[in-house]
């Protein structure tokens, strides 16, 4: 009776298209869950997302569940998970995408799954990480653990999504690092982010995860954008 009072004050809405949600649909309406642009990298060991880190670091998989593009749903999906708190938009993404990466089967197995993480000072402006719930799927998912304190941030910079390219590479060199521990020696870990544009961020992070002795890096993001 009160969820259907609430529902009636305080309708659901499609987090992809705003339009109300049936009874029995959550956080995305059946029609945007059939248009949603998916990329199918995690079949392709040449795809598109590994083709960024080439001659820069060496990942065992990278892959991005959907294509990024501006004005378009994923990048209204994007919108809501990073600045309006809807943090379920991760977990269902993540819930979706992993029935797909199971099918993988790397040489050597996933470890942790590690967010690129947020600056204290960011973390406290907007008060969760919106790569958490999209991580925290992955793990659950895989059968493995979640990570958030091997990888951090020490230096606080501004968003890049509106540097060039030579600004973002620049402007995020020496910015993560790492708590060195000889129990995460030769892991294996999932680095994962909301998403892939130049890739400067999370080559960034896997420069700072191989300080490690006999790391491993793999990259997965929710979606995929042109540079």
């Known amino acids: 009776m ?11 809405v499609c987090a992809g298209c705003s339009s109300l949600l049936m ?24 795809n598109e997302a590994v083709k960024k880190f080439y001659g820069k670091i060496e990942v065992e998989h990278a892959s991005a569940f959907l294509y990024f593009n501006k004005k378009g749903m994923v990048q209204e999906l994007i919108h809501n998970l990073k600045y309006k708190g809807y943090e379920e938009i991760g977990t269902i993404l993540g819930d979706w995408y ?8 790397p040489e050597t197995p996933f470890d942790f799954v590690i967010p690129v993480p947020l600056h204290r000072k960011k973390f406290k402006e907007r008060g969760y990480n919106q790569v958490t719930t999209f991580g925290n799927a992955l793990a659950k998912g895989l059968n493995i653990g979640y990570n958030d304190a091997i990888l ?17 590479s620049e402007g995020i060199k020496n910015v993560f690092d790492v708590h ?6 030769n892991k294996h870990f999932l680095l994962v982010d909301d998403v892939l544009t ?25 979606a995929m954008a042109n540079s």
Not at 25 to 46: F, G, I, K
Request: aromatic content about 6%.
């Open 180 to 185: 060195l521990s000889e129990e995460n020696h």
């Open 98 to 105: 992993v029935e797909d990466l199971k099918s993988i089967k």
């Open 198 to 222: 130049t890739g400067a961020t999370l080559e960034a992070c896997s420069r700072a995860l191989v300080k490690i002795p006999g790391a491993k890096i793999s990259i997965i993001c929710i």
């Open 152 to 168: 951090f941030r020490k230096k606080y910079s501004k968003t890049q999504s509106k540097k060039n390219l030579l600004g973002r």
């Open 23 to 46: 009874t029995n649909e959550s956080v995305l309406c059946t029609h945007c869950r059939h248009e949603m642009p998916l990329t199918q990298y995690y079949l392709d060991a040449n």
């Open 2 to 12: 009160i969820k259907s009072l609430i529902n009636l004050f305080f309708p659901k």
